[in-house]
């Protein structure tokens, strides 16, 4: 018998490719994906009743609210969804006794190492959001997983990928910060990777992005010669030049996948290799 898994926030950018990529797995036997007035994580009895009624193994809780510019606007909001709503997803999955895998973030960090963050290092969010995903991570169990990752781009929502393919298009130029250094993560290697680790019955914090580093602006050059626009047409700016963004972006927020390594499974390729890939989809091409 295969497992039953619930996805929470599955029409969200990685709860959608997730929910294909499980459904397509041998070793699932049912994927649910409530919509969000389905199970909505501001209600406590939409949560437990929604989760109840299914009866998972697991259930992959990818549902919150992303919005890390309205999220300093609204900390109670962030605060009711991503951290309260944990806490509910937690108590349910007590009660049906199935395990939970909580996806969180590089801004969990304050963004000042200067070298990739180990999944044990201190935490310390600098924006509203950021705790927020924190205050979630404190609800979950020992048993359950945490799996941080950065920089998401897949083929559905919004997300950077999308915006440069769309901005090499148009032919004017645009600055880039490259002040600020992360890791891109691809969200196709991001969903095989956490379903090896639930499949594999792994626990704990574990850090998932892609292998590299990189700054926005050179993530920005490298989409236009994918698609064989003038990557002088990007150039460098620093943060500070960037007006309304109200929340504090992390400078750098590299994650190191020790955890991932060190427990012997795949790490995931380099950011070019998949981001060329997703580019090449986004843009029409296979
Ligand atoms: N995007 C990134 O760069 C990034 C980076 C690191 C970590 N993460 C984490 O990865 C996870 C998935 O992110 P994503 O990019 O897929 O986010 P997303 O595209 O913004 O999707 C968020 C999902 O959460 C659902 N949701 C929002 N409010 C809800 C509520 N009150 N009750 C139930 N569901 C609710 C949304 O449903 P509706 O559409 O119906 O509102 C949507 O399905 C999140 O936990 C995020 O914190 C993302």
Not at 16 to 28: A, H, T
Not at 72 to 77: A, I, L, T
Not at 158 to 178: D, P, W
Not at 263 to 270: N, Q
């Amino acid at each position: 018998m295969g497992l039953k898994v619930l996805v929470t926030g599955g029409s969200g950018q990685v709860g959608s490719e997730l929910v294909r990529f499980l459904l397509n797995s041998s070793s699932i036997e049912d994927v649910f994906a409530p919509s969000s007035s389905d199970l909505d994580l501001f209600s406590r009895d939409s949560v437990l009743d929604s989760i109840s009624q299914m009866q998972p193994d697991w259930i992959i809780h990818a549902g919150a609210w992303t919005q890390v510019d309205a999220c300093e606007d609204d900390p109670r909001r962030a605060f009711l969804i991503n951290g309260l709503g944990t806490r509910f997803v937690v108590q349910a999955a007590e009660m049906v006794g199935c395990k939970v895998c909580y996806l969180s973030t590089d801004y969990v960090f304050d963004g000042r190492s200067t070298r990739p963050y180990l999944e044990w290092d201190p935490v310390g969010p600098k924006s509203v959001y950021g705790a927020s995903k924190l205050a979630g991570e404190v609800e979950v169990r020992s048993c359950d997983l945490i799996v941080r990752t950065s920089w998401v781009m897949g083929e559905f929502g919004h997300n950077m990928a999308k915006t440069l393919v769309r901005l090499a298009k148009g032919g004017n130029n645009h600055g880039f910060v490259n002040d600020q250094i992360g890791t891109p993560t691809i969200v196709s290697d991001l969903v095989r990777s956490v379903t090896d680790l639930f499949l594999g019955g792994h626990s704990g914090i574990f850090h998932i992005s892609n292998s590299g580093e990189a700054s926005w602006y050179q993530v920005a050059q490298f989409v236009f010669e994918t698609l064989g626009e003038d990557a002088g047409r990007i150039s460098p700016i620093s943060s500070e030049a960037l007006k309304g963004y109200k929340a504090p972006r992390p400078q750098y927020s590299v994650l190191d996948n020790a955890a991932l390594r060190g427990s012997g499974l795949s790490e995931l390729p380099e950011w070019q290799d998949s981001l060329a890939g997703l580019v090449s989809k986004l843009s029409g091409g296979s």
